[in-house]
């Protein structure tokens, strides 16, 4: 399909554009037939994007989030050519001691060895960009990559159909993986604005076991404001096959002159378990699609996310989940802290289908108010077609209690020190549940930094 064929057919002139500029990206040089299946699903995911029109607040699935910023900045693919010049020691304080040696670095979407260390990881364990993948592996991966449901996205397929390489995490069968793996994408501040597209592919194999971070964030301050400004736009694809278990936790601080959009789509077998920990705090407009398709009976799936905000940022999770076999069970629980004339959205939808019986849905949003300015939009969601189940979801918003205040002040504290007390202990519920301690302390260095 020619750049030419793509902007002349386009419904939606940004959107052909846009994609006329990463469909000019280098597609990962695999042997066939593996490369001809991501030439094909390149094009396929390309006749996707020029069907779609950019979404608007009129999109139901938009109604909340206004993403015309993006349409005023002209993006551009980023020079590869600069990224080897980054330093390892600027990177170093990015790096978490427990995956010192298992992480893979990609700068704007390209793998980068030189920042990359797989020594730590065990035998049997696959980790690495899609042109290292062995041969057992890669004649398997027309299986799993691009395969998930929702791939019809407008922005899911505007990064298939132009990604350029991808971080891999395989987990063979019966392999229990204790090291944990650190993706870490990072974004550099150019002269002029880039977008880049991330790709995640993980496969947990039956019996197998793994813990991932998946990170994004800027290598400059993130709280700079008058830098150009760079679009993330990223996918990540998570198999956990029968009675797999896959914890992942995943960090969004990119800069707060970044637009991020992710997807995260999980598919989850027969007594499988799937932990995610979603942290959001960075972003000038930032969106988190987090979509469960439960595919076998017995299932388990754990949802916890945190954003935090200021300013005038905008944060927006969306998550999906999908029960369609019985005995299957699923907690959410999503906090939210709104400081400023920052905008918080939360969509969550709980899908329960009439085979689903037995299962066990419970799905929390508790919102936290610090400035007469900032606003939240809830909608939590139930539908339910089973007629034998146990589904309940709620959400609150609130904000910090003066008595709480004045009860601290008169053990001793001050106001400041009483207020940031609370904001912590309201994010620690999230924070806490991060299975690596130099994660968790970053994050929460994170919070007491914002709630001064």
């Not at 993006?70 to 010049?85: D, K």
């Not at 999503?334 to 849905?361: C, M, P, W, Y």
């Amino acid at each position: 399909m020619s750049s030419q064929v793509l902007t002349s057919t386009n419904r939606d002139a940004y959107l052909g554009e846009l994609l006329d500029r990463v469909y000019k990206s280098t597609s990962p040089q695999l042997s066939s037939p593996a490369g001809r299946e991501i030439e094909e699903l390149r094009d396929r995911a390309s006749s996707v994007v020029l069907e779609h029109t950019f979404p608007t607040t009129r999109d139901e699935a938009w109604r909340f989030t206004d993403i015309s910023p993006l349409l005023q900045v002209n993006f551009q693919l980023p020079e590869t050519s600069a990224i080897p010049s980054l330093p390892l020691s600027d990177i170093k304080p990015l790096i978490f001691s427990e995956a010192a040696d298992s992480r893979l670095v990609f700068v704007n979407g390209v793998y980068a060895p030189q920042l990359s260390s797989v020594a730590n990881i065990p035998s049997g364990l696959f980790v690495g960009n899609l042109t290292q993948l062995p041969e057992n592996y890669l004649s398997r991966l027309p299986n799993y990559l691009g395969k998930q449901q929702g791939a019809v996205e407008v922005f899911t397929a505007l990064n298939t159909a132009g990604f350029t390489d991808a971080a891999v995490v395989w987990v063979a069968r019966n392999q229990i993986v204790e090291t944990p793996i650190h993706l870490l994408f990072i974004s550099t501040l150019s002269e002029s604005p880039i977008i880049s597209q991330p790709r995640c592919l993980v496969v947990a194999e039956t019996n197998s076991q793994v813990t991932l971070v998946e990170d994004y964030l800027t290598i400059s301050d993130w709280c700079v404001n008058n830098a150009n400004p760079y679009f993330v736009n990223t996918v990540t694809e998570i198999w956990a096959e029968e009675n797999a278990q896959v914890n992942h936790s995943r960090i969004q601080r990119d800069s707060k002159v970044a637009f991020h959009i992710g997807k995260t789509a999980v598919s989850q077998a027969r007594y499988s378990r799937y932990t995610c920990n979603a942290i959001n705090m960075g972003g000038k407009i930032s969106r988190h699609n987090l979509e469960i398709f439960q595919t076998g009976e017995q299932t388990e799936t754990t949802l916890n996310g945190l954003t935090m905000i200021s300013g005038e940022q905008l944060a927006d999770t969306h998550s999906e989940i999908v029960l369609n076999c019985p005995h299957s069970t699923t907690r959410q629980l999503q906090k939210n802290i709104a400081s400023d004339r920052s905008h918080i959205v939360f969509n969550g939808r709980v899908f329960v289908a009439k085979a689903a019986q037995l299962t066990d849905a419970g799905q929390l949003n508790r919102n936290l108010l610090l400035s007469p300015k900032a606003r939240v939009d809830t909608k939590p969601q139930l539908e339910i077609i089973a007629d034998n189940v146990k589904c309940t979801h709620g959400a609150t918003v609130s904000q910090l209690d003066d008595e709480e205040i004045f009860y601290l002040q008169s053990r001793g504290l001050d106001k400041v020190s009483a207020y940031n007390l609370l904001v912590d202990a309201f994010a620690a519920e999230i924070i806490n549940l991060i299975p690596l301690t130099s994660v968790e302390t970053m994050l929460s260095q994170c919070v007491a930094c914002r709630a001064i």
